[in-house]
């Protein structure tokens, strides 16, 4: 049995709860979770925001822990090896996404908390080849998000060949945004933060970014129209895109990480004009972690976390809804 922490109903407070896995597939690994952190589509799940949720509902999809059993196919992992795991649980293997290596794409992909049960457990399954090896000198515990917050700003710099003397900027600083600018900065490029909190300026730069921009400030966006190559947003709410798409420079990309709740009012011709893009990415292939760990572990990126234990596991939900954690939250074993 797998012992775990599940929703019963929309919104419900999580209980302890077992359930029986079954048959460990010939594919498949089972994991001893050591940490997972605590991402906003877990709580968009439990509120079943997107009308897929299946109660009970056991959230986590940034894990880490150790392979403790593996399928009779199963040779790229070892048992004791320490993994982590994302958004994603398996996939076809078969269709022309996979075959070309842009797993996250495939139309069969298994997500590890729909249909199925998450990390907020004691142990998880998942297909080998969703689960990807972590590097010794990561740090185990602050590593989860990186697996589905980390990824998801990392990708866009693959998938677009983003060169290290683009100008980037990200529009919200908080469990994305706080990577991204670490990220961004490693790469190479002049960052920019986007931000409408005051408090948030000093700790912007202070992870990454060269400059930044008071949304609250018209004036200041004005100002820096036709100066960005790309603008990644990691929010969810409503914005002024069109004031966004100013600011970038011709064949400038507005790319879109976070889901705003409402439909995109934005004027067509000025995307004509300077042939700009608006585009949006899920999280990346199995490769694409594999490559992001090794340049978080080539230049130390970290996601700032705070930490509660795995029987406190609803005052961290409170506290990642209430916007206040900075940056990520992570349930832990140890």
């Not at 018209?218 to 990691?234: C, V, Y």
């Not at 700009?276 to 990415?281: I, L, N, T």
Request: glycine fraction near 10%.
């Amino acid at each position: 049995m797998i012992k775990a922490y599940a929703a019963f109903e929309s919104g419900g407070k999580l209980q302890p709860f077992e359930y029986d896995p079954g048959p460990l597939g010939e594919h498949d690994v089972e994991i001893a979770i050591e940490h997972c952190g605590i991402c906003h589509s877990d709580l968009s799940m439990l509120y079943n925001n997107w009308g897929i949720t299946q109660y009970p509902f056991v959230p986590g999809h940034e894990i880490i822990g150790t392979i403790v059993a593996k399928g009779a196919h199963v040779n790229n992992l070892a048992a004791g090896q320490r993994v982590g795991l994302g958004w994603h649980s398996g996939y076809c293997m078969t269709c022309h996404s996979c075959m070309s290596g842009d797993h996250n794409l495939c139309a069969q992909s298994e997500s590890t908390i729909v249909g199925r049960h998450g990390g907020f457990a004691d142990k998880v399954r998942a297909n080998a080849a969703s689960v990807v090896a972590l590097p010794d000198s990561l740090n185990a515990q602050s590593a989860g998000p990186l697996f589905c917050g980390g990824i998801t700003v990392f990708n866009p710099l693959l998938q677009f060949n983003v060169p290290p003397t683009a100008k980037v900027a990200v529009i919200g600083i908080g469990g994305l945004g706080h990577i991204a600018l670490q990220f961004l900065k490693a790469w190479g490029c002049r960052v920019t933060a986007f931000t409408s909190s005051d408090d948030k300026k000093k700790e912007a730069l202070a992870l990454g970014a060269h400059d930044v921009l008071d949304t609250k400030n018209p004036t200041e966006l004005a100002a820096a129209a036709n100066r960005f190559d790309l603008i990644l947003t990691t929010v969810n709410v409503k914005l002024d895109w069109n004031a966004y798409i100013a600011t970038l420079c011709p064949k400038g990309r507005l790319h879109f990480l976070g889901v705003p709740l409402e439909s995109l009012d934005i004027n067509v011709f000025p995307l004509i004009a300077s042939q700009c893009s608006v585009s949006g990415s899920p999280v990346g292939s199995p490769a694409g972690i594999a490559t992001m760990l090794r340049f978080a572990e080539q230049h130390k990126i970290e996601p700032v976390i705070e930490v509660f234990r795995f029987d406190q596991v609803n005052e961290a939900l409170t506290r990642l809804a209430s916007g206040k954690a900075k940056y990520r939250v992570v349930l832990s074993n140890q």
